[in-house]
């Protein structure tokens, strides 16, 4: 990883890092217990503040202790811990602008970190307490973000589309929530994501949201254990790992189409891409796969409930069936 090499951090690793701690449960191999923490519910998820602006795409995450960031990530000569972070988009003429809150378990450590990072050329940053923020991007989206952060003009997030996909989500027991993050389905969001996940599986969900028209998507993390970050990175750098894991993704897309049509859509799409129909206790569920890093397939199920999609992936066909199975209609 670039990361671990470079002399100092510069704002695009740092957002790569974010992305990085919010998927790396999907590739770790190693963790100790956690305490009960979830945001998997209105109150708690609505409870969190974001930038007063109109956010296409925004993520959160936290575990139950703060998280340790192995020294060699970040270039310095001891690991620091991080209470939480949020990365949030805005549509630009130039793609998606992205801010980030890094918030730090001491002052100390968020000023350390905050004097490492190297501004790219459409860069900024600000230090506030023990939280450090950062902007990516140019333009009235990039403005309007470090306006929000410059002024402490922050919000309750309040979509009610996401609210009402949240309360669905699967909370407490094995399925402890360790990240979500909500996107609407716009053509800078689509652009971004592609980039990270390569032509082909763009292409397939491309087709998907065409068909189904979703209101918006909702991703989320789960593990019934603390997250070790070295252990994630070692098996990252290494692409292996992913079949011994009992952590996973949820990813829930909600139609804008009635219940009745969804529903037989959705079944053949997904029997068209070679999913088998399985029946998982009271559920009806659909197996398929996803490539991993190391050349191994990555199980996915998925549930089909009313106008709802959901999709479960983890290295552990047993921990999927744990996650789609925990879902509240």
């Known amino acids: 990883m670039n990361t671990i090499k470079m002399r100092s951090i510069k704002v695009g690793h740092v957002l790569a890092f974010v992305l990085l701690l919010l998927f790396s449960v999907l590739v770790a191999g190693c963790f100790g217990d956690v305490d009960e923490f979830s945001i998997a519910s209105p109150d708690k998820f609505a409870a969190l503040m974001v930038p007063d602006t109109d956010l296409e795409l925004y993520a959160y995450a936290k575990q139950g202790r703060p998280t340790i960031i192995p020294a060699k990530i970040i270039n310095l000569p001891h690991d620091i811990k991080v209470d939480s972070l949020a990365v949030w988009g805005l549509p630009s003429d130039k793609g998606l602008a992205f801010g980030a809150g890094f918030t730090f378990s001491t002052i100390s450590d968020a000023s350390e970190i905050y004097n490492s990072i190297k501004l790219e050329q459409d860069g900024w940053k600000i230090l506030r307490g023990n939280i450090i923020y950062v902007v990516r991007g140019s333009g009235s989206a990039a403005e309007s973000l470090k306006s929000a952060i410059l002024n402490n ?32 389905p716009s053509k800078q969001v689509l652009e971004f994501t592609a980039s990270y996940i390569g032509k082909k599986n763009f292409e397939q969900i491309e087709r998907i949201l065409k068909l189904l028209n979703p209101e918006v998507v909702v991703g989320s993390l789960y593990s019934p254990h603390q997250i070790n970050v070295a252990k994630a990175v070692e098996v990252f750098e290494k692409g292996s790992g992913a079949s011994t894991l009992d952590v996973g993704m949820l990813v829930s897309l909600k139609s804008s189409f009635p219940a009745f049509v969804v529903s037989p859509v959705a079944k053949n799409l997904v029997k068209d891409n070679g999913f088998a129909e399985k029946k998982v206790g009271e559920f009806t569920i659909y197996r398929g796969s996803w490539p991993a890093p190391d050349g191994s397939k990555i199980p996915i199920l998925v549930r089909i409930e009313g106008n709802y999609i959901f999709a479960a992936i983890s290295g552990q066909e047993a921990y999927a069936e744990t996650i789609i199975t925990s879902i509240y209609k």
């Open 153 to 184: 003009n922050f919000k309750y997030y309040t979509n009610k589309n996401v609210l009402e996909a949240v309360t669905m989500l699967p909370r407490g027991g094995r399925t402890k929530m360790v990240a979500i993050g909500v996107a609407k």
